[in-house]
């Protein structure tokens, strides 16, 4: 007799019994954006950090006209602002204590200098006279990542090993809205999961990844909702609240040097500039919706909190303009010295020793550079 | 001075062992010397890989060292090269050939350049072991030759051994190297074994050197991984026709060691260069324009290639017509009597 002539005896073995292996409660991350400016919660944020932000973000707003300016003159071969995301970029920063590391994206070269990266080290890439301009190892701050999300497992890998020696060491990994559709992101947050790294995960959601809309990136609640997949809280943040910021990713941090594991952090907020100079926003978004961003900046919604709390005193507004200033100006002053390049640098760190297919070819340069010199000196007399 | 008579040498024992056994015992005396070494890939925990390479890893030395990783090459790699910015010496399995290929944009964007990138601040001790190459009846995806790719990757070491001894030497070096290596395991030969002395495996093989197989004085065969074995048996068969070949194996395609092939050509003046990757964009011709370079004048007949098809991988039924062997290579030193055309 087959299994269907018995059919009517047969009575179907239970599958072994099945739980869900977390509660997805406590992962999901709130209906709305958290804020702390203009809201209750900014009456326990201390007005030492709240002043200290404030001078930072005036800080970065100046850093990020500068060096657009310095692209207008040709100084930069280009430059990414973060215009309009300052809160996101500092808060970064001041979360992290000093053993701590940044892994930042292109975008991110102000996270990097409010960390206390020497601003003119943080553009060299962006300037094109090498890479990256600083000992990642000093400045705990990983090369700028040019590809998309692919610095994600990087960060986890840096902070699994960290735990594995036994330092209390915490990886914050940068990326955009565009940067989540990336398989990378995704193998990055299953690892830091899985191994319960100490990493946090902060995408600054800024509307646009080059000019398509978030709308046709991703078909998700939220870029927050992402982490319930992976097993980790997810949390949705006004990217423009620096306040709110530093406070959701000082907690993240806190959660990740306790062996909490990693934390997804999306910030909610707005690229006002264009994606670099070589690009046209005015093709692909409306002047209304900038101008509507641009009620909700993070440096006025700051602004406007010191001032209801009497916190903003003509001293500290004019102690972070003189700051500001004076970091552009030696900024300024620095990236317009031609930098000094020696061309023989391109063979000297291929490898730990040269090969000798390398030797070769610097041989063949150092003759062009020599017939070159020995032309120019000519040309001289 | 009295000369000292050398003591006698207790013979050492040696026992037959395979490829795989000198890759494990390789992997687990790094990791013995090196507390910064880690394994980590798809499988290479309980199971001790699908090859058996890593067997017993996890058990000598606990999960933290050899790790059984989520199954995502790029995840894998990606996250090996955050630990060696922390100090560590990552070797990462990448189980097949054509596995890797979701990890390339690691290997290429990050692995290979990361030390340029810095200037030399943050160097990539990194070992890829990738199983390549066909002829053990894999379906498709498990047969690839893949060097051509990681050759043409400014920043990257390719090596692959061909014998026990170099299994383990070369993987050795491999892992003390503060530079990325992509470590090819000619997955046809794990099973090959040789006379071996477990207590004092062999030296380990500094990279970048060629090696003379087989001396000859009628034409040179130049070849490495998988083909060696082939070659060997071409140029014993050889005898045959009058035919004296000498076997380079190249051991390591970067940095290619010019020198011994170059000196290899000009005593014979003949050169088939063998492998079974495609020979369109393969490795080959990069070593034929380099003989070329170095050797034309010392040059009897126009350096040979014998290369697997330009076609993606075949299915195993069909491999032995694509795989070059012994007959394929003794046509080609058969037109090594090359006559110009008038």
Known sequence: MTVMEQRGAYRPTPPPAWQPRTDPAPLLPDAEPYRVLGTDAAQKADPGLLRRLYAELVRGRRYNTQATALTKQGRLAVYPSSTGQEACEVAAAFALEERDWLFPSYRDTLAAVARGLDPVSALTLLRGDWHTGYDPREARIAPLSTPLATQLPHAVGLAHAARLKGDDVVALAMVGDGGTSEGDFHEALNFAAVWQAPVVFLVQNNGFAISVPLAKQTAAPSLAHKAVGYGMPGRLVDGNDAAAMHEVLSEAVARARAGGGPTLVEAVTYRMEAHTNADDATRYRPDAEVTAWRDHDPILLLERELTERGLLDDDLKRQAGDDAEAMAADLRGRMNQDPQLDPMDLFTHVYAEQTSQLREQAAQLRAELEVASEEAEEEAR | ?342
């Open chain 2, 1 to 342: 001075m009295t000369t000292v008579a050398a003591k006698p040498v207790t013979k050492p024992v040696t026992k037959p062992a395979t490829m795989a056994q000198a890759l494990g015992r390789a992997l687990r005396d790094s990791m013995a010397e090196d507390p910064s070494v880690h394994v980590l890939g798809e499988d290479v925990g309980a199971l001790g890989g699908v090859f058996r390479v890593t067997d017993g890893l996890t058990k000598e030395f606990g999960e933290e060292r050899c790790t059984d990783t989520p199954l995502a090459e790029a995840g894998i790699l990606g996250t090996a090269v955050g630990m060696a910015m922390y100090g560590l010496r990552p070797v990462v399995e990448m189980q097949f050939d054509a596995f890797a290929y979701p990890a390339f944009e690691q290997l290429i964007s990050h692995v290979a350049r990361m030390r340029n990138r810095t200037r030399g601040a943050m160097p990539m001790p990194i070992t890829v072991r990738v199983p390549y190459g066909g002829g053990i009846g894999g379906v498709e995806h498990h047969s690839d030759s893949s060097e051509a790719y990681y050759m043409a990757t400014p920043g990257l070491h390719v090596v692959t051994p061909a014998t026990v001894a170099d299994a383990y030497g070369l993987l050795r070096a491999s892992i003390a190297s503060d530079d990325p290596v992509v470590f090819l395991e000619p997955k046809r030969l794990y099973w090959s074994k040789a006379d071996w002395n477990p207590a004092a495996p062999t030296a380990v093989e500094p990279i970048g050197r060629a090696v003379v197989r087989r001396t000859g004085r009628s034409a040179t065969l130049i070849t490495y991984g998988p083909s060696v074995p082939v070659c060997m048996e071409a140029a014993e068969a050889a005898r045959a026709e009058g035919w004296d070949l000498e076997v380079v194996d190249l051991r390591s395609l970067v940095p290619f060691d010019d020198e011994t092939v170059a000196a290899s050509v000009r005593r014979t003046g003949r050169a088939v260069v063998v492998h079974e990757s495609g020979g369109f964009g393969g490795p080959g011709g990069e070593i034929a324009a380099r003989i070329t370079e170095r050797c034309f004048h010392h040059l009897e007949a126009p350096v040979l290639r014998v290369a697997g098809f330009d076609i993606p991988y075949p299915p195993p039924m069909l491999e032995k017509h694509h795989l070059p062997g012994v007959d394929r290579i003794l046509d080609a030193v058969a037109r090594l009597q090359w006559e110009a055309e008038s």
